[in-house]
Every structure is written in structure tokens, then in C-alpha cells.
């Protein structure tokens, strides 16, 4: 894929950017100064001014069907973990779709999709991912950025290209969702454990077990059943434990 790629000199959220202008497919429209960006639901992403990427990318008809979107979703984290993998260890993806190194949180992305048909016609894919910051000043409990890691300070825009090109990739095998979710469950934050979780009803404890073909994560009970969740119906609150004999 070849992207064009705008840059604004500030804007509040880039996806809004996007989704409020004509952007021609395979655009990438990021900023150094980005005021409000969006995360998943009412979440906030933090982003000091010239120190990390925030950008989306319009991505047009890949031949994904409405009921497989989580293949975007799939894909773009698959690529954001791809690319942050060049450069530290013990990397992963925490469902749906957050970029983790160890317990700490290094990259966050929001997907909205545009439906035309049985199809999606047009995905924009934003990309929170922290690579100079040192200092975060939000209640976010668990940021982590490169230069923490690595203790490198890179080029933005340098780093930009090369998340783009890696998300690209991903983006090819976008229409064979099985394939991508084999991966995906590879990389996946606590998966191949037993951990504490919270649903409406309250607290318990299960292994993940998979991702259905609408993206819902899977949770696997001591008495064998499974129980299926969207997003925001289930959250992770503990560290590893067993069943009760």
C-alpha cells in the first residue's frame, strides 16, 4: 500500500479529523500536537505535544463483511504489536485491541467503520503510541512510552512510517479472519492463565478462551461453561489464581 500522509499542525482528536473530511483511502492524517484524543467509549488518550504518534489511517474496502469487522481491529493491533516487538520483549495485545510491554500500557487504538452493503466501505484506524514521553499527568494507571523502556529518544515522524508500513502488512490478511485471530490469540494479554474478572453480576475467576467471529472475548468457567462479553461488559482485576477444588 502507498499513503498519503497530512499532517495538522493540532487537531483535538485525529479520527474526528477523519471522520469529518473527504479523505481518499490509504490517507494517514497525524498531528505532533493532538488536545483530546479519543480512546474506546468515554476513555481520553493523553499526548504531550511532539512526543508521540497520533495519527489514523483510512482504509477502504479490504473485503471484509460486516459481521467479520474485528478483523480491522485484529489487524491494526497485530501491526502495532509487530512493530513495537522491533524493539522491546514481552509485548502483547489485551483484548480488544490495547498494545501492552509487561503490565503497562504503551499504545491504545480506536476503529470506526462506515458500512455500504453486506461490506465495510471505509475503516478509519487511530493510533495512540507513546514514544518520547516521560511524564504522564492523567489518572491513567499504567502508561509506558519507548524512551522509558529503551532509553532512546527517535524521530516521530521516522517512527510514524515505520508503524504505518507494519499495520499495512497486517492490513493485507485483513479478509482471512481466522488466520488473524490464530495470531491475535498468540499475542493476547493473559491469555493461557487463570485470572480474576468482573462482569454486572460481580467477581470470579475463568481462563480466556477464545474470540468469537464478532470480536467478543470468551471466558472459560471451572465448570466448563463459557460466557461471552462485549466490550466494556467485562473487566480484568486480578492476578493469576486457581479454581476452587
Same mark, same amino acid.
Given at each position: 500500500?502507498?499513503?498519503?500522509?497530512?499532517?495538522?499542525?493540532?487537531?483535538?482528536?485525529?479520527?474526528?479529523?477523519?471522520?469529518?473530511?473527504?479523505?481518499?483511502?490509504?490517507?494517514?492524517?497525524?498531528?505532533?500536537?493532538?488536545?483530546?484524543?479519543?480512546?474506546?467509549?468515554?476513555?481520553?488518550?493523553?499526548?504531550?505535544?511532539?512526543?508521540?504518534?497520533?495519527?489514523?489511517?483510512?482504509?477502504?474496502?479490504?473485503?471484509?463483511?460486516?459481521?467479520?469487522?474485528?478483523?480491522?481491529?485484529?489487524?491494526?493491533?497485530?501491526?502495532?504489536?509487530?512493530?513495537?516487538?522491533?524493539?522491546?520483549?514481552?509485548?502483547?495485545?489485551?483484548?480488544?485491541?490495547?498494545?501492552?510491554?509487561?503490565?503497562?500500557?504503551?499504545?491504545?487504538?480506536?476503529?470506526? /467503520?462506515?458500512?455500504?452493503? %453486506?461490506?465495510?466501505? *471505509?475503516? &478509519? @484506524?487511530?493510533?495512540?503510541? #507513546?514514544?518520547?514521553?516521560?511524564? +504522564?499527568?492523567?489518572?491513567?494507571?499504567?502508561?509506558?512510552?519507548?524512551?522509558?523502556?529503551?532509553?532512546?529518544?527517535?524521530?516521530?515522524?521516522?517512527?510514524? /512510517?515505520?508503524?504505518?508500513? %507494519?499495520?499495512?502488512? *497486517?492490513? &493485507? @490478511?485483513?479478509?482471512?479472519? #481466522?488466520?488473524?485471530?490464530?495470531? +491475535?490469540?498468540?499475542?493476547?494479554?493473559?491469555?493461557?492463565?487463570?485470572?480474576?474478572?468482573?462482569?454486572?453480576?460481580?467477581?470470579?475467576?475463568?481462563?480466556? /478462551?477464545?474470540?468469537?467471529?464478532?470480536?467478543?472475548?470468551?471466558? &472459560?468457567?471451572?465448570?466448563?461453561?463459557?460466557?461471552?462479553?462485549?466490550?466494556?461488559?467485562?473487566?480484568?482485576?486480578?492476578?493469576?489464581?486457581?479454581?476452587?477444588?
Amino acid at each position: 500500500m502507498i499513503f498519503n500522509y497530512i499532517e495538522l499542525p493540532e487537531a483535538a482528536s485525529t479520527n474526528s479529523v477523519a471522520a469529518s473530511g473527504n479523505f481518499a483511502s490509504n490517507s494517514v492524517i497525524f498531528t505532533m500536537c493532538q488536545t483530546a484524543g479519543r480512546g474506546c467509549g468515554k476513555n481520553s488518550w493523553e499526548c504531550e505535544p511532539g512526543k508521540n504518534i497520533a495519527m489514523t489511517m483510512v482504509i477502504g474496502d479490504v473485503g471484509v463483511a460486516v459481521q467479520s469487522q474485528f478483523a480491522i481491529s485484529m489487524a491494526v493491533a497485530l501491526g502495532c504489536y509487530d512493530y513495537v516487538s522491533q524493539y522491546v520483549d514481552g509485548c502483547s495485545v489485551k483484548w480488544p485491541n490495547d498494545i501492552y510491554v509487561g503490565d503497562r500500557k504503551i499504545a491504545g487504538i480506536l476503529i470506526e /467503520h462506515s458500512v455500504a452493503g %453486506a461490506t465495510l466501505s *471505509r475503516s &478509519l @484506524c487511530g493510533v495512540g503510541l #507513546n514514544i518520547n514521553q516521560e511524564v +504522564f499527568c492523567s489518572d491513567a494507571p499504567n502508561p509506558v512510552s519507548l524512551k522509558q523502556l529503551t532509553g532512546i529518544d527517535y524521530d516521530v515522524r521516522s517512527e510514524l /512510517h515505520k508503524l504505518v508500513e %507494519a499495520i499495512a502488512l *497486517r492490513l &493485507l @490478511c485483513a479478509s482471512d479472519y #481466522n488466520a488473524l485471530r490464530n495470531d +491475535f490469540m498468540a499475542h493476547l494479554y493473559r491469555n493461557g492463565g487463570l485470572y480474576g474478572w468482573r462482569d454486572s453480576d460481580g467477581e470470579f475467576v475463568a481462563a480466556i /478462551h477464545g474470540v468469537d467471529d464478532y470480536g467478543r472475548l470468551q471466558l &472459560l468457567l471451572s465448570d466448563g461453561n463459557i460466557r461471552t462479553y462485549g466490550f466494556k461488559e467485562i473487566r480484568y482485576i486480578g492476578a493469576p489464581n486457581s479454581f476452587d477444588k
